[in-house]
């Protein structure tokens, strides 16, 4: 049990997606899960292990540790990763609603092709459009919301080599130095570039929803 | 063997769920499973080794850890996540059962074996009641093991061998204070789903119970 689910059930989301939405999946498989997994966990595996204050005061490596890192980036990665695959799950739901109700009225008498029910390819229209385009409008706001937390939390988006702590217990101005910071800024602005291209790819998927509708709208009142 | 096995359990559980049913397979999936297999694992996984004390008296530090931490916060969620997903297994089981019945008389006894009435209706609610309650107990033994959901940067510890009062100092204790927030949030949010499912379900058959009767007394 790991990424691999959350790919499965997002591969079923793929189906009913438009073209756009589905770069975009490709784009969040292989440049953000499989670039964490494979990469950047790696890196920061060792973080505390190897951050190194220069005092041999016991328990000051912790908490300066503590003190600059209160949440770690690879978290806050995954957590990002989570929360902005989960609305495509709302899809997902509806779909397998709509789906569940074609059947009950089959088996109350309406005459329906199953064959053609399992393999037909939902369109986005009507409360679909809506259930999407919501879905599409969350998966902005929580990218925008976590690349917001990250430059709040870590003063913009490069690792120092060097931070200067002197939170108790420390005896005063201790330099620590964190491990492989250049590397860590190099992933650190390869995931926000990622994120800003799905950002932009969500946009462009809600701007070509919405002007779909509104030229369908305008061309039934001419 | 690993948690595989309670993601292939709990998807044959969604058969046979109502629709919130649903929703909280998915939330326990998503917010809870996968959370603490991508993420909170790892945070925890060095407490031991990066627990420090301000002392170089051999067997302190492990006596303090053990003293601070009986049960690990990582080990209790994992408990918690198989204990809860475990009432579901009555479902599954019943429904096999009626299956079997089935196929022993070789005609058809119900409607439609995986259907919600009678008495898989009440096996559904027991697991619902035994899931809450397992939620329920455990964010109460959380609470009372750990003084609530914080976890603090220092701690005083004083036992043999400690020779005195000796600072130790917990790891990460910022990241994991969020982590067990996060947890309890998805805790509740899945004993209200449980609840709202159960009154629901109550609700929906006593309606049933009594048109049914209705019916009847009119005729």
Known sequence: MDWGTLQAVLGGVNKHSTSIGKIWLTVLFIFRIMILVVAAERVWGDEQQDFVCNTLQPGCRNVCYDHFFPISHIRLWALQLIFVSTPALLVAMHVAYT??????RFRNGEKIDLEELKNEKVHIRGPLWWTYTSSIFFRIVFEAVFMYVFYYMYDGYQMPRLVKCNAWPCPNIVDCFVSRPTEK????????????????????????????VCMKESRKTT | MSWGFLRDLLSGVNKYSTGIGRIWIAVV???????????????????????????????CENVCFDHFFPVSHIRLWALQ?????????????????????EKHHNQKLYKSPGELDGGLLCTYLISLILKTGFEIVFLVLFYKLYNGFKVPRLVKCDIRPCPNTVDCYISKPTEKMIFLYFLLATSCLCIVLNLSELSYLVFKYSIKCYLKRHIKKRQ
């Open chain 1, 99 to 104: 789906r569940h109700e074609k059947k009950r």
């Open chain 1, 185 to 212: 800024t190099t992933f650190t602005i390869f995931m926000l570039a990622v994120s800003g291209i799905c950002m932009m790819l969500n946009l462009a998927e809600l701007c070509y929803l919405v002007m779909k």
């Open chain 2, 29 to 59: 999936f998503i917010f809870r499973l996968l959370v603490y297999i991508a993420a909170a694992e790892n945070i925890w996984k060095y407490e031991h080794d990066e627990f420090e004390c301000n002392i170089k008296q051999p067997g």
């Open chain 2, 81 to 101: 996540l198989i204990m809860v997903s475990t009432p579901s297994l009555l479902v599954v089981f019943h429904v096999a059962y009626r299956e079997n019945r």
